[in-house]
């Protein structure tokens, strides 16, 4: 079993960024094509956006929703892959996971991404 651990998720307001990891344990992983996936309330898992590794650049592609706002890269040293996420819209909320394409590894528990104009807030906590 290949471990997957996604992160960086949170609440970001609407316009603002993320930038999501999802590191892959085990052996092999820059000859597969690696990807990144998210799944919202009551939809089915989509795929974001996927990369294969090539000399001298790799190759990208992306879901027409969100071309133009999202990112993917990797580091093969690492064996890791993130993606950076820009101009966020409400529509982008999901749980985001990262997986090769096609989706042979288990799934991890991926990293929720939440859009709201409050933003996430910051605890005060008054002692005496």
């Known amino acids: 079993q290949v471990p997957l651990v996604e992160s960086g998720g949170g609440t970001v307001q609407p316009g603002g960024s993320l930038r999501l990891s999802c590191a892959q344990g085990?052996?092999?992983?820059?000859?597969?094509?690696m990807a990144w996936y998210r799944q919202a309330p009551g939809k089915e898992r989509e795929l974001v956006a996927r990369?294969?590794?090539?000399?001298?650049?790799?190759?990208?592609d992306y879901a027409d929703f969100v071309k133009g706002r999202f990112t993917i890269s990797r580091d093969n040293a690492k064996k890791t892959v993130f993606l950076e996420m820009n101009n966020v819209k409400p529509e982008d909320a999901a749980v985001y996971y990262c997986?090769?394409?096609?989706?042979?590894?288990?799934w991890g528990q991926g990293t929720q991404v939440t859009v709201s104009p409050w933003g996430q807030g910051t605890q005060v906590t008054v002692s005496s």
């Open positions: 990369i294969v590794s090539r000399w001298p650049s790799d190759l990208a």
């Open positions: 997986n090769r394409d096609p989706p042979t590894l288990t």
């Open positions: 085990g052996y092999a992983f820059s000859v597969y094509t």
